[in-house]
């Protein structure tokens, strides 16, 4: 419990996780639906296309919840890319480890290409949020 009393970039790990707790899930679920599913479909390339359209919502969501409710800035969207990217491109390495056999080349090369599209909707739509808001274009 601990844990959750860490600040990053002036904010709880808990003020990060605690708004956005069930759209983790749904990562997670999707992620899990990807690889128990989403690969035995025959031509799975738009259920697969459509999973990963899924979490990425969830990810922009998140960061215009945050965002909204809680005053996030730019650090806080760095901290929240780098968590999804655990949570999401880690577990889907874990599974390409222990499941797949993949080789840690392999497995780097994945985590990195993914993380970097997760920062790049993380701090690309977040930013524009912020400015938004910063500009009273947008009125949270």
């Not at 707790?21 to 990807?34: N, R, S």
């Not at 599913?37 to 296309?49: A, H, T, V």
Request: overall charge positive.
């Amino acid at each position: 419990m601990a844990i959750f009393r860490i600040n990053i970039f002036g904010k709880s790990l808990s003020e990060y996780i605690k708004p956005i707790w069930y759209l983790i899930l749904i990562t997670i679920a999707v992620v899990f639906w990807q690889y128990l599913f989403g690969l035995k479909i025959e031509d799975n390339s738009l259920p697969l296309r459509i999973s990963q359209w899924v979490w990425e919502a969830c990810i922009a969501f998140s960061a215009y919840k945050l965002i909204k409710n809680s005053n996030f800035g730019y650090g806080n969207l760095f901290f929240l890319g780098i968590l999804y990217s655990l949570i999401i491109h880690g577990l889907k390495i874990t599974i390409r480890y222990l499941f797949y056999e993949k080789t840690f080349l392999y497995l780097i090369d994945r985590f990195l290409y993914g993380s970097l599209l997760v920062m790049a909707i993380v701090f690309i739509g977040g930013s524009l949020f912020v400015f938004f808001r910063q500009k009273g274009i947008l009125k949270f």
